[in-house]
């Protein structure tokens, strides 16, 4: 038996805010062992992204641990964690975060290049990318210039600049019509099946969660 791709083990999140404070998830578990595909659903303020976020280390818990590829995240500080994730964790955000003040092809390169590749080598990759996700014509648009989805799609080619073994997305469909989250999900299910890829998705879409091998509703 392989170890599993993640381990969150017995995790808590409070959140202190107007003097109240907010449970957002208490004594938390979960395992995934690589090639899964979990859907992450419930309603909304359920706790979906707050969960992404521990589990890509970009917040930490009040207690409890996360293992991704038997590194304890928990226990890097926030520059180790950032190094990490970049390098091992492909990441959608809910709401995209592209750098306004590059190109659609930059953006999409970036992990690339921040990991070490060499300039060519990440545009390069990002091309192939930037033409799976159907933005062909658009790589030197900012993201100023482009539709919602189109920034979705963006992001989603992103997360897959580093060729990560693990791929964790918040609603990466938000924005797309129903023909758009279909090939997204072609392209998706054949990358994970191709490449033996892990994969976390937030969603409430059932278009997206009827595709994944398990799912897992917040309370
Ligand atoms: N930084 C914060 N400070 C205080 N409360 C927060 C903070 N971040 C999130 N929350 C609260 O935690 C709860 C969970 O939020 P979260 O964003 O994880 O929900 P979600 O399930 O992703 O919802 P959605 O489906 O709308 O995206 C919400 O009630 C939210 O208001
Ligand atoms: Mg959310």
Do not use: W
């Amino acid at each position: 038996m392989s170890s599993p791709i993640l381990e969150v083990q017995n995790i808590s999140k409070i959140f202190e805010a107007n003097d109240s404070s907010l449970t957002v998830l208490d004594n938390f578990s979960l395992s995934l062992d690589k090639g899964e595909s979990l859907g992450l659903i419930g309603a909304s303020g359920s706790g979906k992204s707050t969960l992404l976020h521990i589990i890509c280390g970009l917040e930490q818990p009040n207690s409890g641990k996360v293992i991704v590829k038997g590194e304890s995240i928990t226990e890097l500080n926030s520059d180790e964690r950032s190094v990490f994730r970049n390098k091992e964790i492909g990441f959608v955000y809910q709401f995209h975060h592209l750098l306004s003040e590059l190109s659609t092809l930059e953006n999409i390169a970036l992990p690339a290049m921040l990991s070490g590749k060499s300039k060519d080598e990440a545009l390069s990759k990002a091309q192939t990318l930037l033409s799976q996700v159907n933005l062909v014509g658009k790589e030197k648009n900012n993201p100023n210039q482009l539709s919602g989805g189109e920034r979705q799609r963006v992001a989603i080619a992103r997360s897959m600049s580093n060729d990560p073994s693990f791929l964790v997305m918040d609603e990466p469909t938000g924005n797309l019509d129903s023909q758009n989250v279909q090939s997204f999900m072609d392209l998706l299910m054949n990358m994970i099946s191709e490449k033996d890829i892990t994969l976390i998705i937030a969603t409430h879409d059932q278009n997206v969660s009827s595709r994944l091998n398990k799912l897992l509703s917040l309370e």
